[in-house]
């Protein structure tokens, strides 16, 4: 059987690098010394941002990253789009008027030729240097499932060769290694909204859009029998719609890998009492996935 894979957050833990991005999008506005806007110390900016955040939480659903100016992915849904998020919810903050969010802007583009928070998110993400974090686990499961006979494959945001270099490093061996399709832009939208409600969270319905042309191509392509991914709405969502209108069978399962960071609304809504996605199984340990 076939099984396309995530790639980060499945093979990796990438909080550490999550982390990283955070902590250069926030350096950046401390290096700006915004006194008159009550930013001039590092201090100041935390408890700036902190606030944000607080305030972002208490409408998870609405912000996040976009694509084509329509949310693709929640803004807690992994430690790097937890970044792009709040760049989000500051751009959002410019459009409405907000004065602090728009001096830091206008600071940020006359120093830095930045023109958005979006941008800002952006190069922090382009600073990272860290190492990925392999998952131990993973790496036992994949080895097994390829000796099984199993096919495997990566499909995933990041580029080709940087996943390559991950296998090398993480020691898998070169005749028992998944296929790599990098650069799947996943996160991509195209022009025809497809939001499908997926459940609920609270008294909230959550939809998610499904309209992503790119990882469409590729799945109908591949024919996966089995998909597994750690963001509901990236990895996930266009799986379950593809299986409703039975364009794909994927009878092995569609598998959420649960991490540290999983938010708890998407596993409510998964899994809840009161709501739950069928298609969707929640995958705590690797031992869940075997057919
Ligand atoms: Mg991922």
Redesign the pocket.
């Known amino acids: 059987m076939r099984i396309v894979m995530?790639?980060?957050?499945?093979y990796t833990d990438p909080s550490n690098e999550g982390d990283a991005c955070s902590k250069s999008f926030r350096n950046k506005i401390v290096s700006l010394h915004l006194k008159e806007q009550g930013l001039e110390t590092e201090e100041k900016v935390d408890s700036w941002l902190g606030e944000l955040r607080a305030r972002q939480a208490s409408k998870p659903f609405h912000y996040g990253w976009r694509s084509e100016g329509r949310v693709s992915a929640f803004t807690f849904e992994?430690p790097f789009i937890r970044n792009i998020g709040l760049a989000d919810f500051l751009d959002g903050l410019v459009t409405a008027g907000d004065e602090r969010a728009t001096q830091v802007l206008s600071r940020l583009k006359t120093t830095e030729k930045i023109q958005s928070f979006g941008e800002l998110s952006e190069w922090a993400f382009h600073q990272l240097h860290l190492k990925k974090a392999p998952d131990h686990g993973t790496k036992a499961w994949v080895i097994e499932a390829i000796d099984r006979g199993h096919e495997v494959i990566i499909v995933s945001n990041s580029a080709t060769d940087k996943i390559q270099e991950f296998l090398d490093q993480a020691g898998y061996p070169k005749e028992r290694r998944p296929q790599v399709r990098g650069g799947a832009r996943k996160f991509g939208l195209g022009k025809k909204p497809r939001p499908i409600e997926m459940g609920s969270v609270g008294s909230e319905k959550i939809s998610v859009d499904t309209d992503r042309p790119f990882y469409e191509e590729a799945l109908l392509e591949l024919k996966p029998d089995a998909v597994i991914?750690?963001?509901f709405c990236?990895?996930l969502s266009l799986p379950i719609r593809l299986k409703r209108e039975k364009k794909l069978e994927l009878n092995w399962g569609i598998f959420y890998r649960h991490r540290d960071y999983t938010p708890s609304q998407m596993v409510e809504m998964v899994s809840g009492r009161d709501t739950q996605v069928p298609e969707v199984k929640l995958v705590r340990e690797w031992s869940q996935v075997w057919p």
């Open positions: 995530d790639f980060d957050g499945v992994d991914g750690d963001v990236l990895d």
